[in-house]
């Protein structure tokens, strides 16, 4: 079956701009996180949803950073006023259920985000 | 795909030796561990898991040890295979968060 999808798999703005990035989740899988990689770092975490409600959001760095699950399912992580400390690669990951220890997370291939 | 880390620490083995990978976790109340594979261009990918409560786990060919007195996991590969060849993770969490933290990880090279 598919796994999960994040679009676009590159993305390249400048300074200030505003950004987008989804992630569409294995279907019907309730649990979706998100996190970011920086170069030469293992992921870190920003935003959990569980169904369409953020239920932890304490990774998030900043207000500038804003994530959206409207209807349970496909997710947006939102930047504004992007800074070259936020080019990374942003990953999504979905699971069957909550709770890390119990279901296991599928991770997309990334988003790789490089903002000149 | 870009690779996630160019100066990661690197373990090169020849293929069909084992491989050991290392990994030192932060929290004393973590009670379960992952170990994650990413390739270059993809997600990390699930390899094995282990519970606080168990010291050794066996699966295909990889064996993960917890030695919770030093708060060190270490991931064995028997015979190593070039597509072992990738990044690995060790990632801890407890069961009263949501969260995965990673750690640092190790980039392992097989040559035939």
């Known amino acids: 079956g598919a796994g999960v999808s994040q679009t676009p798999s590159n993305k390249v703005t400048e300074k200030g701009k505003y950004v987008e990035l989804r992630c569409d989740p294995i279907?019907?899988?309730?649990?979706l996180y998100w996190y970011r990689q920086s170069l030469g770092q293992g992921p870190e975490f920003l935003i959990y949803f569980q169904g369409t409600g953020a239920a932890d959001d304490s990774g998030l760095p900043n207000d500038r950073f804003f994530a959206v699950r409207p209807e349970g399912s496909v997710s947006t992580l939102k930047i504004q006023r992007t800074e070259r400390g936020d080019s990374a690669v942003y990953l999504c990951?979905?699971?069957?259920?909550?709770?890390?220890?119990?279901?296991?997370?599928?991770f997309g291939p990334g988003t790789r985000l490089t903002v000149t | 795909g870009e690779s996630v880390g160019l100066h990661l620490p690197t373990l090169s083995v020849q293929e069909g030796d084992n491989s050991i990978i290392n990994c030192a976790y932060s929290n004393s109340a973590s009670d379960y561990f992952i170990w994650y594979k990413q390739e270059s261009g993809k997600g990390p990918q699930f390899i094995i898991d282990?519970?606080?409560?168990?010291d050794k786990r066996q699966g295909q060919r990889v064996t993960v040890l917890l030695n919770k007195t030093v708060k060190h996991l270490s991931l064995q590969i028997a015979a190593t295979q070039p597509g072992d060849s990738a990044v690995y993770f060790c990632a801890e969490t407890s069961s009263n968060t949501d969260k995965l933290i990673f750690g640092t990880g190790t980039r392992l090279q097989v040559f035939p």
């Open positions: 279907s019907g899988h309730t649990a």
């Open positions: 282990i519970r606080s409560n168990m």
């Open positions: 990951a979905s699971s069957s259920g909550p709770g890390v220890g119990y279901y296991e997370q599928y």
